[in-house]
């Protein structure tokens, strides 16, 4: 299977605790952006890496979020110190190039904060 | 502020009828826009895409239609099938990289 693979599928945190959302793109696909569906609302955009790089985190929290995309590996979401309001679906999509805007979407994390 | 706007959150018609999905936007910067279907618990799906150059795309069932001058898109469905039944989101590029989505209308697709 080629396709975005994002893990854990659902995550259950405590409110304080650290959340680790991983993504591995497609083969070959070397942009990746992180989105953010609250429940009942369209997706929003977070954050655009490429490798070793961020591009645009203009849909970042300011504070307690961070996103990276290392060389080797997935590309990490990392929310800390989380609170309620952070239960979401968070969808991972990478795309072989920019020039369409034609992204590739995961399954999604599923995470909840009790 | 919602750029790009679903107004209507369900939509439900008969099998073998036209669906028609709505979309409108605010930005005249977007330069592509795109229909994505979405299933419960899973990512969404590339439907299909248009450039901001052009007015219409079509691919077998599904075609976008774009009306620059009133800022709307609309994906038309033809026939409808059961399996069409999910969410679709209408999403728009901002250059040079975010696609900002609607909030999705829900079609139901009823035998």
């Known amino acids: 299977n080629a396709g975005v693979m994002q893990n854990p599928r659902h995550l259950v945190r405590r409110r304080g605790q650290e959340a680790r959302l991983r993504c591995s793109p497609m083969k070959g696909h070397s942009h990746v952006y992180w989105y953010r569906q609250l429940p009942e609302e369209g997706l929003k955009f977070m954050v655009y890496l490429q490798k070793e790089n961020i591009i645009d985190e203009s849909g970042m929290p300011k504070e307690r979020f961070s996103a990276e995309f290392p060389k080797e590996g997935p590309s990490i979401l990392r929310i800390q110190q989380v609170v309620r309001g952070d239960s979401a679906a968070y969808f991972c999509?990478?795309?072989?190039?920019?020039?369409?805007?034609?992204?590739?979407f995961g399954e999604g994390s599923r995470l909840t904060v009790l | 502020d919602q750029q790009v706007k679903q107004n209507s959150p369900s939509l439900s018609v008969q099998e073998g009828r036209i669906s028609i999905l709505n979309c409108d936007y605010t930005n005249s910067m977007f330069d592509y826009f795109l229909w994505y279907k979405k299933y419960p618990a899973e990512g969404p799906t590339f439907l299909i895409s248009?450039?901001?150059?052009?007015d219409k795309n079509e691919d077998g069932r599904f075609t976008v239609f774009l009306n620059k001058s009133a800022k709307h898109l609309s994906l038309h469905i033809v026939p409808s099938q059961p399996g069409d039944s999910a969410v679709y989101f209408c999403a728009a590029r901002f250059i040079p990289d975010k696609l900002i989505f609607g909030t999705g209308t829900r079609l139901q697709v009823f035998p």
């Open positions: 999509a990478s795309s072989l190039r920019q020039d369409t805007g034609e992204l590739f």
């Open positions: 248009i450039s901001s150059i052009k």
